[in-house]
């Protein structure tokens, strides 16, 4: 199977952003007028990168540098303030391994200079990103990220059990599969722990869904309205434990080959595992710092988000949503619902979508550009 | 072609999921494990919501893909909306500790 990307030096993308993506919080501003200036290029804002612990200031370093490598992206304007804790230079250092990178800082001469010079090249960036074309690619060269969000009953039944099916499709054809969400493993870790394919990798799933789990129990609450949501509960599941074994069906049915910490850079072919947040924001952000350049993403009760730089197709097993929503849904699943399409010809259909994505055509998420935002998961505290 | 009315994840379940809004009193079929089964609503279930295939004593598992999903709070008749108000999770439970911790005290 195939599908048409970019050839990069490491990878194959199904984009080709420019993208402007400001180091810190405090140069948001600035990154932000820059893309203004050129509808064309990708922003990348976030609140990160000052006045943090020091794993986490080496944390949101880790996931920009992997963030600007992820093979959608053709060429990168890093937008810095100038005194913050991550360091421009260290970035811009490890992305121009892959690609064009260039820096410019607010503190040098302002705003307007920064605007004007950051503006200049991104300009630049664009014109050569525009020579670029798309060359035939085998599905082996993809990384698909797997997600649901916004889950109902539908989700466990209908839309993770065929994009499970596709997730073992994509494999088996030599691809990659990322899955996340911690929290959402638990009372289900048991059931995927014997589908590792090792008992390192046994291990390292069980101590990730322990620390997460003793996270949750050390704020001496029942999780319950955060996790399952009020959205979930109202969507008829009722524990953690059974939306956790609802969301694993995303994952297939293959060896599970490797666990990976939140952003890093996935190297694996097979189904991985990447230790991070249920929450849409962080989640999408850690999966494309992972290398994903597709996400297929279940929603019952109809999620909307994508991502700046990574297509997000949505699948949806839900008939009022469908219905309602269709705007947002990419791929209506509804028909298994009731047993009138089998899980086998949905999750070619879902495949298709996915390739034709993979090779040009807008998610709904691109054409609403409901796309915006990103969030790196921080442990430590704002100090 | 009539639209099936419940679902069921796995053989070993005892719950049932409704694929539509089931009213107080219908009697629904169920497949499990490739035989059909009646079971009589004994109160309003939304749509997605679970219902229970088999009394369930208080605390009795909660089982659905075959897998335990939580304990019943309180005795859960065949036929009853299993939800919130009578099934908790087993996981996680944060609020739980402080209550262990002073039974092992005392």
Redesign the interface.
């Known amino acids: 199977m195939e599908f048409s990307g970019y050839a990069r030096p490491n990878g194959v993308g199904v984009r080709n952003h420019v993208v402007v993506m400001s180091t810190v919080g405090c140069a948001g501003d600035a990154a932000e007028r820059i893309a203004r200036l050129n509808p064309k290029a990708k922003l990348l804002v976030h609140t990160q990168g000052c006045s943090q612990t020091p794993p986490d200031i080496a944390l949101v370093e880790k996931v920009l540098v992997n963030l600007a490598l992820n093979p959608n992206v053709h060429s990168v304007l890093l937008v810095s303030l100038g005194c913050e804790s991550v360091s421009a230079d260290r970035i811009a250092d490890r992305i121009s391994e892959a690609k064009r990178v260039e820096v410019v800082r607010v503190q040098e001469r302002g705003l307007s200079d920064a605007v004007s010079r950051g503006s200049d090249l991104v300009r630049g960036m664009c014109e050569e990103a525009e020579r670029a074309r798309r060359e035939t690619a085998d599905l082996s060269e993809i990384k698909l990220a797997v997600k649901c969000g916004a889950s ?3 989700s ?2 209908v839309s993770n059990p065929v994009v499970g099916r596709v997730s073992d499709i994509v494999v088996g054809e030599g691809g990659t599969v990322i899955f996340g969400e911690t929290t959402e493993l ?3 870790e048991h ?1 995927l722990a014997k589908r590792a394919a090792s008992e390192d990798v046994a291990r390292r799933l069980l101590e990730a869904v322990e620390d997460v ?1 003793r996270r ?9 309205g955060g ?1 399952p949501t009020a959205g979930n ?1 109202r ?2 599941i ?5 939306k956790s ?2 969301a694993i069906c995303k994952t297939g049915s293959s060896r599970l080959v490797d666990v990976v910490g939140y952003g890093d850079l996935v190297s694996s072919k097979g189904l991985v595992f990447m230790d991070s947040p249920g929450r849409e924001i962080e989640s999408l952000t850690g999966l494309a710092a992972g290398g994903a350049q597709v996400m297929l993403f279940t929603t019952g009760l109809g999620a909307p988000q994508g991502f700046p730089t990574v297509p997000v197709v949505k699948v949806s097993g839900n008939p ?1 949503t469908c219905n309602k929503l269709a705007e947002h849904i990419d791929v209506d699943l509804s028909p298994v ?4 399409e089998g899980v086998e010809g949905a999750a070619r259909r879902v495949l298709g979508e996915t390739l034709e994505v993979a090779s040009g055509k807008a998610t709904r998420a691109e054409l609403l550009g409901y796309d915006k935002f990103l969030n790196i998961y921080v442990r430590g505290p704002v100090i | ?1 009539t ?2 009315k419940a ?1 069921v ?1 796995h053989e070993d379940d005892n719950v049932a ?3 539509t809004a089931l009213g107080r009193g219908e009697v629904v079929e169920v497949e499990i494990g490739g035989s059909l089964f009646e079971v009589e609503v004994l109160s309003d279930v ?5 219902f229970a295939l088999m009394d369930i004593p208080r605390g009795g598992n ?1 089982v ?2 075959g ?4 304990r019943a709070t309180r005795d859960i008749a065949r036929g009853e909306h ?3 108000h009578n ?12 209550h262990r911790q002073s039974q092992n005290l005392t």
């Open positions: 109902d009953f539908t466990g039944i638990i009372g289900a059931v789990e949750a129990i050390s704020m001496g609450v029942d999780m319950r996790q509960i969507g008829g009722t524990t953690i434990e059974e074994l609802g009022e619902l009731h047993g009138e | 072609m639209r099936r679902i994840t999921s409704a694929l939304p749509f997605g919501h679970k909660v659905k893909y897998e335990v999903i939580g299993v939800h919130v099934v908790e999770s087993l996981r996680a439970r944060g609020d739980l500790r402080p």
